[in-house]
Structures are given as C-alpha cells and as structure tokens.
C-alpha cells in the first residue's frame, strides 16, 4: 500500500509551527524581565527614595519642615522635584538615542544579541542602586539615566521582534500576553519587596537598607530573565543583510536613519498614529512617573502603603492586558484604545478628588488605572506595528520609542513646575487631561487599513 504524502502545513488551519510557537515564548520573557525594574524601582520606590536623599542633602539629617533647596548646576531645584526632573533629563537623551538604536538593529541580522547588549548596561545600573546612601542623590540621578537609556533602547529592539515572532493578526493578542507576562513578573517581585520594606528587620535591615536591596533586587531579575530571550530567540532565521551594510562605517545608520525620516511621508498613517500615541502616552507616563510621589506627599502614604497600591494595580492589570487584547479581537485595537483613554481621563480627575490619608480609596482608583494600563500600551505597540514598512521595524520602533521619549519629557516638566509653583500636587494633575483628549481626538483620525495596506503589513 502506498502511504498517502504528508499533507502540508497550513498555519491559518494548524496555527504557527512549533518553533515559532518556542521563539514566542521567549519574546515574553523580557517583557517578564524589565518589568521587574519599571514596577519596583521606576514605579514605586526610586522616586520616594531620591527625594529623601535630595531632602537630606539640603537640609541634612532630621531637620524637620525643611524647605531648602538643592543647587544643581547653578539651579535651585525643590527636593520633591529632582525625581521628576532626572525622568525629564532622561527622556530627553532617549529621545536622541533610541532613533540611532533602531537604524541599528534594522542592520543587524541577529536582534537577540542586540537585545542584550542594550538591557545588560541598565541592569548592571539598576544593580547598583544597593550603593544609595546618605544624601548621594547624585549618584543616584546618573545610575536612573543609565538605566532608562538601556531599558527604552532594547524596547526598540524587542518591539520590533514583534513583527518577527507573529503575524500581522495576531499581534494584539501576542503584544497582550507580553505585556501580562510583564505585570506578572512586577507583581511577584514587588510582593516580595514589599514584605522586606514593611518588615525589614526580618533580615537585620533598616527600612533604607531594606529600600536599597529591593531596587537591586530588581535590576538582578532584569539582568538575568533576560537571558531567555537572548537565548531562546537565537533560532529565528537570520534577517537578511541590509545592502549595503558594511559601507559607510559608523555614518551608516545615521543615513539610514535619514532615508526613513524622509520614507514617513509615504506613510502617512504611521505619522499620524505616532502624534496620537506621543500625547496620549505622556499623559500615561506621567501619571506613572508621579503616582509614588503624588502618593507620599500629597495624601501622605508611606512606603508600604504604596507598593500594596502598585501590587494591586499588577494584579488587575494581568488580566486587563488580556481583556483588552480580547476586546480588540471583537471591537477592534483602535476602538479599544480610544475607549482606555476615556478611562484614563475618569482616573485622573478621581486622582484630583482623593482626599489626603484615603487609602481605601486610592486603592479602588488603583483597580481602574490596573484595568487600563497595560491595554492601551499593548495595543498600542500592535497597532503600530502594523503601519510599518516590511524590513524597517526597528527603526520605526526607534522613531516611535525615540518619539515618546522626546515629547514625555513635557508631562513631568509641567507636572514638576506646577508642583513647584504651586506648594501642591493637586493642581498638576489637572493639566494632563489635555494629554488625553487630544491624544485621543487624533488617534480617531487614523487609518488602520489603509496604513497597514501601504506598509505592505497586509
């Protein structure tokens, strides 16, 4: 008897082949690691903590009431905003960096490598932070620089092995599952901090010691899950050379970079999906940025008290991430963006209203914001990924990370002067409302469709 011929595989019937389905695998896995350095250390406790070194530089140890300011660079900057001010200065050299970053990775034919050649410096960084003590708050400004530069950089390059590990409808539903890997990964390491900073003496520490650790323990779980995938991505085929590649030296992406600058008017969706997402995502960032600070000062919570709030806000945002990529299935990524933003604005005036010492509350304005966090961002990263010229994600990712970082800086300047001007948080928040709004009034004005048919995405 003659065997019949094995029938061909066809992954619209049989879904992708098992390879693909092991590399998706570990494309997770970094959204697992460096969420671990966004939820404790950029999220929850470095900010607080900067601003106690800040405060104790200016004012020295104990002094109570203290409203002297530190002097930086011939400035006079308040303690309570040099936090805010490190995020601008970072998000500024981001801006500068990460469009290099992607004409890089766009030309190199194995990304994995790449991916940790740019997170392993911030890790170390991150790593580092056990060494703040007394009033280093210097320090401590240039290992968050550092470390921000790494992180927003190998997000260029881990955005864009999206495109690589799924196919055009299927990266909602992939860029979903990242991102809820990610508040996973946030939410079992905050829990653990969160039980060394309450009861530090546990482990013979003081609450500071016990801060320190925990800021290093984050950039160890960064610097090490991300080997999985550096490891784990090194199966995916090769990318083709790039002609011309190994012409024109160092200058090269600089041109390349320069090409895609001048490529944007052929694509103009990508261009106007990208104005969309720098207004609405400063809005977002901001409140991400501020959310500790305003927590501590403004309504007087402690630290334990604030990582309970960020660990509350992990959880629901695991399974938000995976109910928004589910509603983009059924109303569509752009319809569900928008209607996250609409959340967004209820988040931020019930912010405004919270009264000081209402922990109850703020922990139910937690549950919303988890809700919405991680789904606008997720799509957001699919969406765009679907308006980019085939062969040029990177640098597209670059200009969209390298955006981002360019036009942030706004939201916590604003929300850092207001504060400053003002003695009060309070009337900061009010002005990110606009960010949302227009953020949203612009994204409605993009043709998915039509983008994605001129970026050949299908």
């Known amino acids: 008897m003659t065997a019949s011929p094995a029938r061909p595989l066809d992954p619209a019937r049989d879904g992708p082949p098992p390879s693909l389905l092991r590399a998706r695998r570990s494309w997770y896995v970094y959204d697992w690691a460096n969420s671990a350095y966004v939820t404790t250390t950029a999220t929850v406790l470095f900010a607080p903590y900067l601003t106690v070194l800040a405060r104790r530089a200016a004012c020295g140890e104990g002094a109570q009431g203290c409203t002297r300011d530190l002097t930086v660079l011939g400035l006079q900057v308040a303690p309570g905003s040099l936090a805010l001010y490190t995020t601008t200065l970072a998000t500024l050299l981001s801006a500068l960096l990460l469009p290099f970053a992607g004409a890089v990775a766009d030309r190199v034919r194995r990304r994995n490598l790449l991916l940790g050649a740019f997170a392993w410096p911030g890790a170390a960084a991150a790593t580092a932070m056990v060494a703040l003590s007394g009033d280093r708050w210097e320090l401590g400004v240039l290992l968050a620089v550092v470390a921000t530069l790494s992180l927003t950089a190998s997000s260029v390059v881990n955005d864009a092995l999206l495109c690589d590990v799924a196919a055009p409808a299927e990266r909602d539903a992939v860029s979903s599952r990242g991102w809820a890997a990610g508040y996973l990964a946030g939410f079992l390491l905050l829990a653990v901090n969160l039980v060394l900073v309450s009861s530090p003496g546990l482990v013979g520490l003081d609450e500071e010691g016990a801060v320190r650790v925990s800021l290093a323990s984050a950039g160890l779980w960064w610097g090490v899950f991300t080997l999985v995938p550096v490891l784990g991505l090194r199966h995916l085929p090769p990318r083709p050379a790039v002609p011309g590649a190994g012409a024109g030296g160092v200058l090269a992406p600089v041109r390349q970079l320069v090409r895609t600058l001048r490529g944007l008017r052929s694509h103009p969706q990508a261009l106007r999906f990208l104005l969309a997402y720098l207004v609405f995502n400063d809005g977002i960032q901001t409140v991400v940025a501020a959310a500790s600070v305003y927590g501590q000062e403004e309504l007087g919570f402690g630290s334990s008290q604030l990582i309970t709030t960020v660990l509350l806000v992990q959880a629901v945002a695991f399974g938000g991430a995976l109910l928004f990529g589910r509603a983009a299935g059924r109303f569509g990524a752009q319809r569900t963006v928008l209607g996250g933003l609409g959340l967004w604005i209820v ?32 799509l957001a990263r699919s969406m765009f990924s679907r308006l980019v010229p085939v062969g040029a994600e990177a640098e597209y990712f670059g200009l969209y990370q390298a955006g981002e970082r360019g036009t942030s800086w706004l939201g916590t300047l604003v929300f850092g002067l207001v504060a400053q001007l003002s003695g009060s948080y309070r009337p900061a928040l009010v002005a990110l409302l606009a960010f949302f709004v227009v953020g949203a009034w612009l994204l409605s004005r993009v043709d998915v469709a039509a983008g994605a048919r001129d970026a050949g995405q299908g």
Do not use: H, N, S, Y
Not at 351 to 365: C, D, K, N, S, Y
């Open 347 to 378: 988040v931020v005036l019930a912010a405004f209203a919270v009264p000081r010492g209402a922990f109850g509350t703020w922990l139910a304005l937690a549950v919303l914001i988890g809700l919405v966090l991680g789904g606008t961002q997720a």
